[in-house]
C-alpha cells in the first residue's frame, strides 16, 4: 500500500495515536487503513460405497503450486456465510453437487495471514469436473492420496485429520471438530 | 474506496475478466482490489466456584453499541492466530487473567461482512478491570445477564448456547462447538 484509497495522497507507516501496532495511514486525511487476515474455505468430498471411502481432489491449474493437488478451497467474499463459501468453492473448482456437513477444521496460517477452513461433505453423485482454475478433478481412497504432491500444508493437515477420524470410527467415533497452528512451510512456499 | 492504493489513480467497480463479482479496478494500473470478510475473535471468560458459574462481561466505551454489555472481543490482527487475538482482546478490553480453552462457537453475520469466533477460557484469578474501550468489567450469573442490553446478536446467542451447554452438563454432557448465521439485526444495529 502507497496511496490513500480515499484521498489519493500518500500513507506513511506508522503507529497512531491510542494504537500499539504500525498502520498505513493517510498523511493527508488521517485515514487509517487497517490490514486484517483473510479465511480460506473449502471441502472435503467424500464419496462412500460399499465400505469403501474416497476423496475428491483438485489439482490446480494456478500458482502458487500449479500442478499439486488440493482440496477444493479459496477465498471467501464478502455477502456470504463460510458455508455458502465452502459450497461455491467445490461448485467453482470441481463443478461437483455437495450436501454440505459440519465445520470439520480450522486451520492458523498466521505468517501468511490467514486462517482456512474446511467443511465435510458428501458427493451427491459423480458428475464433477474441472473448472477453470483446475487441471484436474479426481476421487483417492487413502492409500492413493498422493501425499508428496499436495499443493498445502493445511491440505496435507486436514486429511490427516480425516483419516485418522474415519479410523477411529470403525471403534464407534465419530467426527470432531480440528483446530491447529500452521507453522512448517511447504517446499516452494512463501 | 475511490483511488488505487499502489499508483494513486481512480478506481471503477468493474466486474474483471474471468471474475463474476464487482471489484473496484484500477483505470491505470489494471490492480484488483478485493474485499474479504473480516473476523472478530473473543472469549466468554468463565469463574465457576461453589457450583456458581458466572461470565465476564465488558460495558462497552465506544461506539457501536456503548454503554451495552459484550463478551471481550475485537477484530483479529495479521500476525496472529485466532487464539492469540481471542487471548489479546481479553486481555485489552477486560484486563483479564485467563487459561484459553477450546473454540466454542463461529457465527457468520454476512450483513456486515464478518465472521465471529468465541473461545472458552477460565479466568485465573480475579485481577481484572476496564481496559480503555471499556466502561466497566462485571461477572454475571445466568440469572444475572443483561440480556436486553448486550451490544450484539452474537453475544446474546453465544451466552445462549454456554448456558443451554452448561444445563445439559449437569446431565452428563460436555460442551459443543456451535456454528450459526446470524440475519436477525438488534436494534440500533445497521
Given at each position: 500500500m502507497k496511496y490513500c484509497s480515499e484521498c489519493a495522497n500518500p500513507v506513511e507507516l506508522m503507529v497512531p495515536a491510542g494504537d500499539n501496532r504500525p498502520r498505513y495511514v493517510?498523511?493527508?486525511?488521517?485515514t487509517v487503513h487497517y490490514q486484517n487476515p483473510k479465511m480460506v474455505l473449502g471441502t472435503i468430498p467424500v464419496w462412500e460405497r460399499d465400505g469403501e471411502v474416497r476423496v475428491l481432489l483438485c489439482r490446480r491449474a494456478?500458482?502458487?503450486?500449479?500442478?499439486y493437488w488440493t482440496l477444493p478451497a479459496g477465498f471467501m467474499e464478502n455477502n456470504e456465510t463460510t458455508a455458502d463459501a465452502a459450497e461455491r468453492e467445490t461448485q467453482e473448482e470441481a463443478g461437483a453437487n455437495i450436501t454440505l456437513g459440519p465445520l470439520f477444521a480450522l486451520l492458523n496460517v498466521k505468517h501468511v495471514h490467514q486462517v482456512h477452513m474446511f467443511y465435510l461433505a458428501t458427493l451427491r453423485d459423480l458428475d464433477f469436473a474441472p473448472g477453470e482454475e483446475s487441471l484436474d478433478v479426481k476421487m483417492f481412497t487413502e492409500s492413493e492420496i498422493p501425499w508428496d504432491e499436495l499443493a498445502f500444508p493445511t491440505i496435507h493437515t486436514t486429511l490427516e485429520c480425516f483419516f485418522a477420524d474415519r479410523a477411529r470410527m470403525l471403534e464407534g467415533g465419530s467426527y470432531g471438530f480440528h483446530t491447529q497452528d500452521i507453522t512448517r512451510p511447504m517446499r516452494g512456499d512463501s
Open positions: 493517510c498523511t493527508h486525511c488521517a494456478i500458482e502458487p503450486r500449479y500442478g
